[in-house]
Every structure is written in structure tokens, then in C-alpha cells.
T-cell receptor
Framework: ETGVTQSPTHLIKTRGQQVTLRCSSQSGHNTVSWYQQALGQGPQFIFQYYREEENGRGNFPPRFSGLQFPNYSSELNVNALELDDSALYLC??????????FGPGTRLTVL | TQLLEQSPQFLSIQEGENLTVYCNSSSVFSSLQWYRQEPGEGPVLLVTVVTGGEVKKLKRLTFQFGDARKDSSLHITAAQPGDTGLYLCAGTGLSGNTGKLIFGQGTTLQVKP
């Protein structure tokens, strides 16, 4: 148990739809990072939020966007879903520069 | 672009055998972390290595960071079925953004009883 929770656990969408994934960080952690993990691969960094501001972004298109709220929870939004967006989406919380603690992930399937 | 290459990608061994997983890069990392991930769960941190040449032990697991901080290895002694899982190495670059972990593609370990 890392204290990081994500919802929903599983989600099925169709191409072109939009999706919002949610992450509650561990108590006291002000930073949330989001990762995409395709089947059989390691996670890839999408972006990080620190005190409600984006603080670094990986090689993902603008249709991947996010928010961080005053309580440091976070959302990942993906517009115009594509088949290749099917993956496990992980969030991790931390107090930089310390260890990131990962949530269990949201499994997104795009049909 | 910093990349981490893990090898082997898949390992199936019998209980009691030893194994080593490698994590290599042409880039220098300020630190390297090893995670273990089980199906349906997020990665769980096993260890962080920071100093070149550093060796850390966690029960039957031994982790080493290369002298040049470009590579790392994970050695498991007398593997047990409970060690089965996906092992991931992840590095923090020298750019200073400690939030951006660069992961290897993972090594799937299966330990048969």
C-alpha cells in the first residue's frame, strides 16, 4: 500500500472519445507524475505536476492534458482517443527529490 | 534522448537458481532505481542507487550501480516462486527533473517451483 489511489480501475472507450483518469496522491505529497505503460513495456513519462503547475512533459501529443488541484490530487485527460492509447496509466506521487510512489493504475482499453 | 536497455527481456528458471538482470545505457544517470511490478498493480520500489560503484543488498537481492553511473545490475540468489514478476530499472537524468523517471522495457521473471 503506497497510499496513492487511482480511479477507475478499468475503462473501455471507443476511438474518438475522451477520457478522464483520476489520482489521489499520498498525504503530504505535492507532486504527481503520470506514466503510460503499454503491454509488455516499461512505463513512459507523460508529464508531472508540482503545486498545480505542469513541471515537465514527455513526448506525448497535446491531446494528453492534465490538472492538479489544491489538495494535490490530479487528473489526466485524453481527447480523441486512438487505439494505441490502450495501456495501463500510472500515477506516482512524491515530495521532490524523494522517491515516487505509484498507484495501482487504470487499465484503459480503446476499441 | 536517454535510454535504458534491460536484458534479458524474459527469464524462466527453476526455484533455487541464481539470476542476473542487466540495465545498460550510454548516458549517465544521477540515480537508478529498481522496481518490481505484479500484474494489475503499480511498480513497487526495491532500491535506489546513487553513487558509482555502489552495492546494496536486500535479503537475496543484490543491486550494483556501475562506476560510471551508466549501468546497473540486479542479482537474485536462490530464486523463489514469490520472486516472479516484472522487474524494471528506472533512471533519473542529470537534467535535474527528478520527477521524470526513464524506465527500461522490463524483465519478466518466472520462477517455477
Amino acid at each position: 500500500e503506497t497510499g496513492v489511489t487511482q480511479s477507475p480501475t478499468h475503462l473501455i472507450k471507443t476511438r474518438g472519445q475522451q477520457v478522464t483518469l483520476r489520482c489521489s496522491s499520498q498525504s503530504g505529497h505535492n507532486t504527481v507524475s503520470w506514466y503510460q505503460q503499454a503491454l509488455g513495456q516499461g512505463p513512459q513519462f507523460i508529464f508531472q505536476y508540482y503545486r498545480e503547475e505542469e513541471n515537465g512533459r514527455g513526448n506525448f501529443p497535446p491531446r494528453f492534458s492534465g490538472l492538479q488541484f489544491p489538495n494535490y490530487s490530479s487528473e489526466l485527460n485524453v481527447n480523441a482517443l486512438e487505439l494505441d492509447d490502450s495501456a495501463l496509466y500510472l500515477c506516482a506521487s512524491s515530495i521532490p527529490p524523494d522517491t515516487q510512489y505509484f498507484g495501482p493504475g487504470t487499465r484503459l482499453t480503446v476499441l | 534522448t536517454q535510454l535504458l536497455e534491460q536484458s534479458p527481456q524474459f527469464l524462466s528458471i527453476q526455484e533455487g537458481e541464481n539470476l542476473t538482470v542487466y540495465c545498460n545505457s550510454s548516458s549517465v544517470f544521477s540515480s537508478l532505481q529498481w522496481y518490481r511490478q505484479e500484474p494489475g498493480e503499480g511498480p513497487v520500489l526495491l532500491v535506489t542507487v546513487v553513487t558509482g560503484g555502489e552495492v546494496k543488498k536486500l535479503k537475496r537481492l543484490t543491486f550494483q550501480f556501475g562506476d560510471a553511473r551508466k549501468d546497473s545490475s540486479l542479482h537474485i540468489t536462490a530464486a523463489q516462486p514469490g520472486d516472479t514478476g516484472l522487474y524494471l530499472c528506472a533512471g533519473t537524468g542529470l537534467s535535474g527533473n527528478t520527477g521524470k523517471l526513464i524506465f527500461g522495457q522490463g524483465t519478466t521473471l518466472q520462477v517455477k517451483p
